[in-house]
T-cell receptor
Framework: GESVGLHLPTLSVQEGDNSIINCAYS??????FIWYKQESGKGPQFIID?????DKRQGQRVTVLLNKTVKHLSLQIAATQPGDSAVYFC?????????????FGRGTSLIVHP | GAVVSQHPSWVICKSGTSVKIECRSL??????MFWYRQFPKQSLMLMAT?????????EQGVEKDKFLINHASLTLSTLTVTSAHPEDSSFYIC??????????????FGEGSRLTVL
């Protein structure tokens, strides 16, 4: 996985633009991935998940894309709003019946300008 | 949806004292709970994995005698920061894994506890 404990990369966008946040993972056995949103001073909140037998999943204004070939995950947010400003993390689960690898990637700080 | 409650949400203590943080799963049984710490503008760092009825598994570099974890029931895990010092000031977050039923394996996070050691 990505290094933890490093300062967060930042993505700045204008309100109404689409945002794309990326995440790389290292374990090819991972079969389930989740995106979390963390607002300042709060715990992470579940946004969307995807299983490894899929390459795309859509939610309300959010889409997750999975590229298992290069072990890459992305979160797309359509028509980004100021309320989307937060830090976004991806997490992964290894293997059927396995527990989550509950270690998080670096995360990305999304800043939405009105 | 499932709720995980942390208490206290914030605490200020004097250096040398011990602080206990509770993590409760309110509407499901959590066979596994995880404890993280997070410094400002940094990622969540896993400290330990806590399984009900057994000793916690600590990540490399985390002092088990400094951060005591108890998971005595399926709905409660506690983290005690012993002899706290200013460098222990951080945001501590727990998560609980649903142990049974259709939602087994799902992970839910508490709202975090901010510790400030003077």
């Amino acid at each position: 996985g990505e290094s933890v404990g490093l300062h967060l990369p930042t993505l700045s966008v204008q309100e109404g633009d689409n945002s794309i946040i990326n995440c790389a993972y290292s374990n090819s056995a991972s079969d389930y991935f989740i995106w979390y949103k963390q607002e300042s001073g709060k715990g992470p909140q579940f946004i969307i998940d995807i299983r490894s037998n899929m390459d795309k999943r859509q939610g309300q204004r959010v889409t997750v894309l999975l590229n298992k070939t290069v072990k890459h995950l992305s979160l797309q947010i359509a028509a980004t709003q100021p309320g989307d400003s937060a830090v976004y993390f991806c997490a992964e689960k290894i293997g059927p019946g396995g527990s989550y690898i509950p270690t998080f990637g670096r995360g990305t700080s999304l800043i939405v300008h009105p | 949806g499932a709720v995980v409650s942390q208490h206290p949400s914030w605490v200020i203590c004097k250096s040398g004292t011990s602080v206990k943080i509770e993590c409760r799963s309110l509407d499901f049984q959590a066979t596994t709970m995880f404890w993280y710490r997070q410094f400002p503008k940094q990622s969540l760092m896993l400290m330990a994995t806590s399984n009900e009825g057994s000793k916690a598994t600590y990540e490399q570099g985390v002092e088990k005698d400094k951060f005591l974890i108890n998971h005595a029931s399926l709905t409660l895990s506690t983290l005690t920061v012993t002899s706290a010092h200013p460098e222990d000031s951080s945001f501590y977050i727990c998560s609980a894994q649903n142990g049974q039923g259709p939602g087994a394996g799902e992970l839910f996070f508490g709202e975090g506890s901010r510790l400030t050691v003077l």
